[in-house]
C-alpha cells in the first residue's frame, strides 16, 4: 500500500514537472523515456493487483490500521486468480527495469563521464 501511495505521488509530481523533462528527440532517448514509463505503470499496477488479489480473499485489509475491506465468507476465484498469476510475473519484469536503471546510472557517471546521478538528486547544472 506504501509503495502504491507513493508511486502515485511520485506520478503526478513527475506530470507537473512535465515541462522541465529534457527532450526525447533521438530514437534512443525515445526508448529510454518509455522505459521509465513502463516502470512507473508497474509500479502502480503491481500493487494494484495485489489489492484486487486481497480483496478477493477471505482474510480482511487493513494498512496503516485503515480498514480497506473486511473479511469474506468465501473466496472470489478470479480476483485471486488474477493476482496469483500476474503479481509475480510483472514483478520481476519490475525488478529488471529497476536493476538496469541502477547499471545504466552508473553507466552514466562512470563510465561515460556524465553527471547523471548529480542532475538526479540535484536538478539541472547550472551554466
Known amino acids: 500500500m506504501l509503495l502504491l501511495c507513493l508511486a502515485v505521488l511520485r506520478g503526478a509530481w513527475g506530470l507537473i514537472n512535465l515541462s522541465r523533462r529534457p527532450a526525447h528527440d533521438q530514437g534512443i532517448h525515445r526508448l529510454v523515456a518509455v522505459g521509465h514509463v513502463v516502470m512507473y505503470a508497474l509500479l502502480i499496477a503491481i500493487p494494484t493487483i495485489a489489492l484486487v488479489r486481497a480483496y478477493g480473499s477471505e482474510h480482511a485489509f487493513s494498512p496503516f490500521g485503515i480498514d480497506l475491506f473486511a473479511a469474506r465468507d ?44 548529480a542532475r538526479m538528486t540535484r536538478g539541472r547544472e547550472q551554466p
Open 74 to 117: 468465501a473466496k472470489i476465484e478470479w480476483m485471486t486468480n488474477f493476482g496469483n498469476e500476474w503479481h509475480g510475473f510483472f514483478g520481476w519484469i519490475l525488478f529488471a527495469l529497476i536493476a538496469g536503471h541502477i547499471v545504466m546510472a552508473f553507466v552514466h557517471s562512470y563510465v561515460w563521464k556524465q553527471p547523471m546521478i
